[in-house]
């Protein structure tokens, strides 16, 4: 399960969409723009709290000890979108449209 999060949390971070809506149309990968504001990559925990809030839920921190260097990742979700940060610095911003 962790090793699958850290997969997915890395192919996120590589894609650097954090305002789209990834959609598939007729077996063909769409990107699809979005108005929902999100935080910005680099922002640090407290500056996300201050300008959105506190989240509905922290996600509990995920590491690998098994693998040292893997650093831990955190998620926060909002109404309509989840921050994922390494440390305390956001990663990246998912849309959920939630």
């Known amino acids: 399960m962790r090793m699958r999060l850290l997969a997915m949390l890395c192919g996120l971070a590589v894609t650097g969409f954090a305002a789209a809506e990834t959609l598939v149309v007729d077996d063909q990968v769409v990107v699809k723009q979005t108005s929902v504001p999100t935080p910005k990559r680099g922002s640090t925990m407290s500056q996300v709290e201050q300008h959105f809030?506190?989240?509905?839920?922290?996600?509990?921190?995920?590491?690998?000890?098994?693998?040292?260097?893997?650093?831990?990742?955190?998620?926060?979700?909002?109404?309509?979108?989840?921050?994922?940060?390494?440390?305390?610095?956001?990663?990246?911003?998912?849309?959920?449209?939630?």
């Open 53 to 98: 809030g506190a989240p509905v839920e922290r996600h509990p921190t995920v590491s690998d000890p098994g693998r040292p260097g893997q650093p831990p990742i955190t998620r926060w979700d909002y109404t309509g979108f989840s921050v994922f940060f390494e440390r305390d610095k956001v990663i990246d911003s998912v849309v959920t449209g939630g």
